[in-house]
């Protein structure tokens, strides 16, 4: 199903941005310095840096927050109302 595909990349992109996280931990010179995560938006393919500190990182996660770059929209909102399957009558 498509549907699942596209679920799948969102999750990949979490992943992948953890992996971000935890070498930019490693390899953290200052607080204040900047790592490009991946934008986990709902457009296939997008890929688009975001830039942030890891406080800014682990805020966003702390919410429950995806990671977006300017005006995308995350993918649990543009895939629509999952829990409403068209009902054969
Ligand atoms: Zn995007």
């Known amino acids: 199903m498509p549907e699942h595909a596209d679920r ?3 999750e990949l992109l979490v ?3 953890e992996v ?3 070498i930019a ?3 953290v010179v200052s607080a204040g310095e900047h790592w490009d995560f991946l934008c986990e938006c ?3 393919g997008c890929l688009e840096p975001v830039s942030l ?3 800014e ?3 966003l996660r702390a919410e429950g927050e995806s990671v977006l770059a300017r005006d995308h929209r995350p993918a649990r909102l ?3 109302p999952a829990a409403a399957p068209a009902r054969a009558a």
């Open 8 to 10: 799948g990349i969102e």
């Open 15 to 17: 992943e992948v941005n």
């Open 20 to 22: 971000i996280r935890e």
């Open 25 to 27: 931990a490693k390899h």
């Open 42 to 44: 709902s457009i296939r």
């Open 53 to 55: 500190t890891l406080a």
């Open 57 to 59: 990182y682990a805020a």
């Open 78 to 80: 543009a895939m629509g």
